[in-house]
Nanobody, 124 residues
Framework: QVQLVESGGGLVQAGGSLRLSCAAS????????MAWFRQVPGKERNFVAA????????RYTHSVKGRFTISRDNAKNTVYLQMNTVKPEDTAVYYC?????????????????WGQGTQVTVSS
């Protein structure tokens, strides 16, 4: 089992940048693929980005391609989401997720463990 704790959320102006971090503890971090999802109140949780166990494969939802970058530091047991050129529609609670499969899947059912979420608010 792995425990996930997100940090780095906050208030940012449109066009600005923010970096989210997700620290993992418990079982070996390299045994998990990692992903970021986001959710707006009253709406379903949506896939943002994923990265494979060794970081060689990544996947992004269309709306963040070219603006967001997912990365991981296996030595620090941490996955990151670098958010650049943010837009008001990026406002959401961002969740970190871990899968025991080696995957960059977009479906949340694939992910076995979840963090508590961190709020990102983009002002216009």
């Amino acid at each position: 089992q792995v425990q996930l704790v997100e940090s780095g959320g906050g208030l940012v102006q449109a066009g600005g940048s923010l970096r989210l971090s997700c620290a993992a503890s418990g079982r070996t971090f390299t045994g998990y693929s990692m992903a970021w999802f986001r959710q707006v109140p009253g709406k379903e949780r949506n896939f943002v980005a994923a990265i494979s166990r060794d970081g060689s494969s990544t996947r992004y939802t269309h709306s963040v391609k070219g603006r967001f970058t997912i990365s991981r530091d296996n030595a620090k047991n941490t996955v990151y989401l670098q958010m650049n050129t943010v837009k008001p529609e990026d406002t959401a609670v961002y969740y970190c997720a871990a899968s025991e499969a080696n995957t960059v899947a977009t479906a949340d059912i694939v992910y076995d463990y979840w963090g508590q979420g961190t709020q990102v608010t983009v002002s216009s």
